[in-house]
């Protein structure tokens, strides 16, 4: 008994220093992560002068949104100077056409290819699975060259385009793998009951694929907000969307450099993407691990 | 409701046959179950009925329409899945009414249909409850809802109690003949559990590689097995099955089992015609187990259907109402169905009696009866 107890009682001393060992290296990781977002935040309140005067870690004395006002409604994009704001609905206008069409013609395409097998289905699945693994920079010229015989260079329907096109592949894979799990049984109980392939797409295989729509509309919301290279390729000008804008109001070289402003913008241009996750992250967990529990 | 015509029936997936030349025929009212081992084919036999696969040749008619490219929601059929196949997402009244709703039937009617399937089945408590919210036991009648409330010409059941538990599985198998006996609807149920076999089918239809091995009724197939196949599948315990020969025991036939020391002669009571080619030569002899039993009354009177022998016991298996008395005869394990109270020790010698009159012999190449 006394053994037993010594030993527990080191055990509970190790578990101590272990965990707060734990925490230590945990709080530093996020530490590494927070403070840049830190920098930029405190950075974006801040007037200029103060930028100048100060050091780049203290926090403003005065907070002012003067800066985020200016990279909305003034700051000069190329010769522009009309702010970020028409930027930021190109980017809107493109990505949730593109991430509308992308998920939904993923769930019909993963829902054929389970439920409705036909010959050559695994390879056609095969095919799109190679798409997932295309870098962008392989497909610039041609598509620049189909877009242009659309008469959709340089405009947002070319941009939505290319998205659907390159965001097809994964929302596939999300939505032929959640489909295996649904059993076949399901879409033979409805054939015999009279549905077709669209009634039960709508009626029964849609309504249960919630998690799997979830997870989608973030992944492609994500990717085709965040996008740069295709942006900057295919839409030029007043089109581009906002990434491309705010990598020309940063690396504008004529004037002062404005440093609360750029970060203003690049905030900007974050939060959609911040704000998707944080209203719908509990569902994107889910959705990932959604297949392996039974309906 | 309607009868149901199989006419040489055959499907192949590429080279690989899976039915071959399958005939049937079941009337109006009928209980058809289809038996047999996983692999055999009667699940996809099933679904050439209900249209879900396509057969390579052949006919299939439901009363006297060809429906071979009828397609499945026009052949006037309905199924119960073995995993219920509930519609996830809608109500247990919303899952009963969507055929309904489908083929345009109107909201009063669809009411009405699903208040008195409810009422038969008693669900009326369940009708607004997700299928999430439901028992093993509750999906499976409100599967069995969705095929009532179509009032099909034909029910097709696939394994439909094999998810339930074993108490539940024998409550819900007196549940489905009543219904059977109440609707006399024409029913198609695929199983592999013997048991429900016989006690729900008006006739069985047992299949092995996709070749219907015997389409008889329930007692038919259990006395007059076809072959060795379909007499050790259909009962539990299975069959005893002993090599031996047929021989002329002054002028009566008898089956003579070698066995070490002193070979047992068992003369056959009233031979049947067909014996007499096979005198002299191999057979399989073929016994259940409860023609086997302790020496009976009336045994040691000349002409009698019971034969007497000798044997020790190895092992003994009580269940209760029969001990499973485990002798060993030629070679292979033979079980004899004792009553208890006359149940021996193992090791010990005992008398028993075999019922001459409820035998089989198989010819032991072709394994067909004789």
Redesign the interface.
């Known amino acids: 008994m006394a053994d037993l107890q010594t030993y527990s009682h080191d055990a509970g001393w190790k578990n101590t220093v272990l965990r707060g060992l734990l925490y230590l290296v945990l709080i530093l990781f996020a530490a590494y992560y927070l403070f840049p977002l830190i920098v930029m935040v405190s950075t974006s309140l801040k007037s200029l002068d103060e930028i100048r005067e100060g050091s780049l870690i203290s926090l403003p004395r005065v907070v002012t949104f003067d800066a985020w006002n200016y990279a909305w409604n003034e700051a000069c994009v190329g010769v522009e100077c009309t702010g970020i704001k028409i930027y930021f609905w190109n980017s809107v206008k493109m990505a949730i056409p593109a991430v509308l069409i992308s998920t939904f013609l993923g769930a019909i395409n993963g829902y054929a290819l389970t439920k409705w097998r036909f010959k050559g289905a695994n390879i056609v699945f095969a095919l799109l699975l190679f798409g997932c693994f295309i870098p962008f920079q392989v497909v610039l010229l041609p598509m620049s060259q189909v877009l242009g015989k659309l008469g959709l260079a340089s405009s947002t329907p070319g941009l939505v385009m290319v998205h659907v096109v390159y965001g097809l592949c994964f929302t596939t894979l999300f939505f032929r793998n959640y489909y295996v799990s649904i059993?076949d049984?399901?879409v033979?109980?409805?054939?015999?009951?009279?549905?077709g392939f669209f009634?039960i797409f709508w009626?029964?295989i849609l309504?249960?694929s919630t998690p799997i729509i979830v997870v989608s509309v973030i992944w492609q919301f994500t990717q085709i907000w965040n996008d740069f290279l295709f942006g900057a390729s295919f839409a030029s000008g007043e089109n581009a969307p906002m990434t491309v804008a705010l990598n020309n109001i940063v690396n504008t070289t004529t004037g002062v450099k404005q440093y609360n402003v750029d970060m203003a913008a690049a905030l900007l241009t974050g939060l959609p993407t911040l704000l998707v996750y944080v209203l719908a992250g509990k569902y994107f967990v889910r959705g990932l691990t959604a297949g392996s529990v039974k309906? | 409701m309607a009868s149901l015509t199989l006419d040489k029936v055959r499907k192949a997936f590429g080279p690989v046959e899976v039915l071959k030349e399958i005939n049937l025929a079941i009337e109006d009212g009928e209980f058809l179950v289809l038996v047999g081992p996983s692999g055999c084919g009667k699940s996809t036999l099933l679904n050439l009925i209900a249209g879900l696969e396509s057969s390579t040749d052949g006919e299939i008619r439901i009363g006297d329409r060809v429906i071979n490219d009828v397609h499945p929601k026009d052949r006037n059929i309905a199924m119960v899945f073995q995993s219920y196949a509930l519609y996830p997402n809608m109500t247990v009244r919303k899952n009963i009414t969507f055929g309904l709703e489908i083929r345009g039937v109107s909201a009063q009617e669809r009411d009405k249909a699903v208040a008195d399937v409810a009422k038969l089945l008693q669900i009326e408590a369940l009708l607004d409850r997700k299928p999430s919210q439901l028992s093993g036991g509750q999906r499976q009648r409100v599967a069995m809802g969705r095929a009532l409330v179509r009032d099909p010409d034909i029910f097709l059941f696939d394994e439909p109690l094999s998810n339930l538990d074993a108490k539940l599985r024998v409550d819900m198998r007196t549940e489905i003949k009543k219904l059977h006996q109440r609707l006399g609807s024409t029913i198609v149920y695929v199983t592999h559990d013997q048991i429900e076999a016989m006690t729900l089918a008006s006739r069985i239809a047992v299949m092995k590689d996709g070749i219907l091995q015997q389409f008889d009724t329930p007692q038919n197939i259990y006395e007059r097995p076809n072959n060795m196949f379909v007499a050790g599948f259909i009962g539990s315990p299975s069959m005893n099955f002993v090599n031996a020969t047929l021989i002329d025991n002054n002028g009566q036939l008898a089956v003579s089992i070698e066995r070490e020391g002193n070979p047992i002669t068992l003369p056959l009571f009233e031979a049947p015609e067909s014996y007499k080619a096979y005198a002299g030569k191999k057979v399989v002899f073929g016994i259940r187990p409860e023609a086997l039993t302790h020496k009976r009354t009336g045994s040691d009177e000349p002409g009698s259907q019971y034969v007497n022998f000798d044997s020790k016991v190895e092992v003994i298996e009580p269940t209760g109402a029969d001990t499973m008395t485990v002798i060993e005869i030629a070679g292979k394990e033979i079980v004899a169905r004792v009553r208890p109270d006359r149940a021996p020790t193992p090791g010990e010698s005992m008398t028993f009696s075999a019922d001459m009159s409820q035998i089989s012999l198989f010819d032991p190449d072709t394994e067909l009866r004789i």
């Open positions: 059993p049984e399901l033979k109980a409805a054939t015999i009951d009279g549905a009634t009626r029964i309504p249960i309906g």
